[in-house]
């Protein structure tokens, strides 16, 4: 057998360890591999969970890419990150996907430590091309000849910071390859006038092949030298101003190829290859499929398998039993909230389904926004709504309202308008990693002045608290909630003022500020410390900023406050809480537990957590040293962990 045959018999995914073994493949080799990296990714991702569609639509492309261009030399980017699996299985780490986004294992973006070929590794979009404009800069400086090529989706370039990079990659003139990954999708159909444009161009008979044709005429005839270049360009002029609705593109000073079928290796390479003897900045419009080759990915209309949880390969059904999330419960009184209140708006950034927002959209389709993947203009726009008189309810995972900080702050803190911001996967969250943690917001927007923040402990004070969040007229609130399964139903004995009381003894040892969905931990770190005869009293502040006064007067009560949060101590609640004590003259003692500000490495949240010290038995240990202090302070101790 031919050395291809045999190679084709054992698989050459086996084969391929480096981008180079790509480069020694023969266009049937290509389009096996393709075939077996698209098994590869089913059989792997079914079991582990993690982005299925996105990568099923960019293996040819990838393939492409890493024939054309000389990874690492040349710094291939991608954009968010969750479609860089085949980049991945093809610069050797593809052992490493039994172990997809789990503790140890593989991340499910980008990774420095993983591998040279890797540089970005930030999972909020739109980012790629700032750093490319950065990297294309520095290389041409340095007078290194080297590429900088950037993958970036329909989805992230409806977010601002593309074209801000747009802006100046058309200015600085370095050579720049931009492959535009258009799959038509965020999650759900992108939306938009870029989604638009580029559907145009997407529909359009693709100048690119008329342009073929005109050249193959051309080629058959015997104009040579400069008439032939005159008649080429006058020809290609008269196609551009003819079928070039790209226009947009050009005439930013960007270069523009394409249409290419995304899911042909050999018009991926040609388009590449071209792009790479641009020297300058172009874009390659890749028209892919997203979930491409997998029928139930292909089928799936929410979100092309976007990113499942594991799942039977042969249907692509979830094999996870359904569960009552958070984003339900906020989903269905959201809605409730809206049948009462006309004035009740709900805007998305992208995500309608993943953030509940879909189900207001389902019954309310002229009440909902999907403003793209555009959180900072979400919260502007929203100002923009509540100044008109509406009451809008931003729905965003909580770890993207990062990049709004000042939307929050001035256009709509400042101006006191009633905005609601719900933030999803508030907290550790876990497969994600670090800059999917929604860690920051209780410290980031604790400082914003007039702007409230609401913790629910489970679906009943979810409930109840953001009707309270949409009741407050002026000024901005948030509600925070983590990912999964909603916590089961904490009742409180008593309400002291808004500080629900969940448990309490005669005995005042410990007042126990749990907040959030960390309620349930403060109940068993009470259990703990009650086996060793100690009085605590568990309480949830529900309402974080600004802190409740009446914790003042529960903590004089006490001998020692705990504050236990799933967010970072720097600026957190147990920061805050500690300043309000001190305002008020207190001197009891208090320690906050909380995230270490760190970009702590991926894994499941209760791992992440438990490798943080925040479980009931490391924090109960921690808090009968504190106390055991106070009874004996003379002893010579070891500081706690
Ligand atoms: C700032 C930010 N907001 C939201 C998300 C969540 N998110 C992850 S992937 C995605 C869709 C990306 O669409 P696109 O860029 O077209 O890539 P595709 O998945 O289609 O390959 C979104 C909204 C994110 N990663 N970053
Ligand atoms: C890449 C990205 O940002 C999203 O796809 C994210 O991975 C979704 O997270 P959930 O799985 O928690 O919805
Ligand atoms: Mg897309």
Known sequence: MSERSDQSATGILGTIEAPGDLRRLSPEQLTLLAAEIRDF???????????LGPNLGVVETT?????????????????????????????GRQDGF??????????????????EHDFIENSHASTALSYADGMAKAFALRGEERHVVAVVGDGALTGGMCWEALNNIAAAKKPLVIVVNDNGRSYAPTIGGLA?????????????????????????????????????????????????PQAMFEDLGIKYIGPVDGHDIPAMESALRRAKGFHAPVIVHAVTRKGYGYRPAEDDEADCLHGPGAFDPQTGA?????????????????????????????????????????????KYPERVYDVGIAEQHAATSAAGLAMGGLHPVVAVYATFLNRAFDQVLLDVAMHELPVTFVLDR?????????????????????VVPGLRIAAPRDAATLREELREAVAVEDGPTIVRFPTGSVAVD??????????DVLREEDRKDVLLVAVGSFAKLGLEVAERLAEQGYG??????????????????????????????????????????????????????????????????????????????????????????????????????????
Do not use: C
């Open 318 to 362: 979830l094999t996870a039993k359904p569960s009552v999330k958070w984003t339900h419960v906020f989903a269905e009184e959201l809605v409730a909230i809206a049948d009462e209140r006309p004035d009740i708006v709900g805007i998305t950034a992208a995500m309608a389904e993943p953030t509940g927002i879909a189900t207001l959209a389902k």
């Open 426 to 446: 508030a907290g550790i969250t876990g497969p994600d990693g670090p800059s999917h943690y929604g860690i920051w917001d209780m410290s980031v927007f604790g």
């Open 41 to 51: 990714l089913v059989a792997k991702v079914s079991r582990t969970g993690g982005h």
């Open 98 to 115: 039994d172990l997809l986004r789990q503790r140890g294992g593989l991340t499910g973006y980008p990774s420095r430590a993983e591998s």
């Open 490 to 499: 904490l009742p409180a004995l008593r309400r002291v003022g808004p500080v």
């Open 196 to 244: 638009d444009h580029l559907s145009t161009l997407r529909l359009n008979p693709g100048y690119e092949r008329v342009l073929d044709l005109v050249r193959n005429a051309l080629g058959s005839t015997p104009v040579v030298g400069k008439p032939a270049y005159e008649v080429l360009h006058a020809v290609k002029k008269g196609i551009k101003d003819a079928v070039n």
């Open 536 to 641: 605590v009293t568990v309480v949830d502040p529900r309402w974080v900023r600004p802190v409740p006064i009446e914790l003042v007067g529960l903590a004089g009560a006490h001998r020692l406050v705990v504050t236990l949060e799933d967010g970072v101590r720097a600026g957190g609640v147990g920061d805050a809480v500690a300043a309000t004590l001190r305002d008020a003259g207190m001197t009891v003692p208090l320690r906050d537990f909380g995230v270490p500000a760190g970009f702590h490495p991926h894994g499941s949240r209760a791992e992440i957590l438990a490798s943080l010290g925040l479980t009931a038995q490391d924090i109960a240990r921690d808090v009968t040293e504190w106390v055991s202090r106070l009874d004996d302070p003379a002893a010579e101790r070891q500081p706690t962990s």
């Open 63 to 91: 393939l492409a890419l890493h024939r054309v261009f000389d990874s690492p030399r040349d710094r291939i980017l991608f954009d968010t990150g969750h479609q860089a699996y085949v980049h991945k299985i093809v610069t």
